[in-house]
């Protein structure tokens, strides 16, 4: 099995900046790719940002220019830098890894994230 487990989030005032840690272990030959995805009060689910084999990425249009996702390796851990944060970006943050485009098997515990006025 695959384990994912998230730490980062947390309460900061628009404009602020935050940094998602998902780190990883077990059978983590079963993935090749990480993202993160969030839920956010009703409203439906979104996928945030990938990373794929090779360093290759995805960003949803909304955080574009301002989340950053990278990998360490040697960790096997993945980060979700968030600069100049908007209250839209409120919600739970779940990492995730599988294959595939969407990277989607395996999922973390979630880590909150709230973003006042």
């Known amino acids: 099995q695959v384990q994912l487990v998230e730490s980062g989030g947390g309460s900061v005032q628009a404009g602020g900046s935050l940094r998602l840690s998902c780190a990883a272990s077990g059978s983590t030959y079963r993935y090749t790719c990480m993202g993160w995805f969030r839920q956010a009060p009703g409203k439906e689910g979104e996928r945030v940002a990938s990373?794929?084999?090779?360093?290759?990425?995805y960003y949803a249009d909304s955080v574009k220019g301002r989340f950053t996702i990278s990998q360490d390796n040697a960790k096997n851990t993945k980060y979700l830098q968030k600069n100049t944060l908007e209250p839209e970006d409120t919600g739970m943050y779940y990492c995730s890894a599988g294959v595939g485009s969407i990277c989607a098997r395996y999922w973390g515990q979630g880590t909150q994230v709230t973003v006042s006025s």
């Open positions: 990373f794929y084999p090779g360093g290759a990425t």
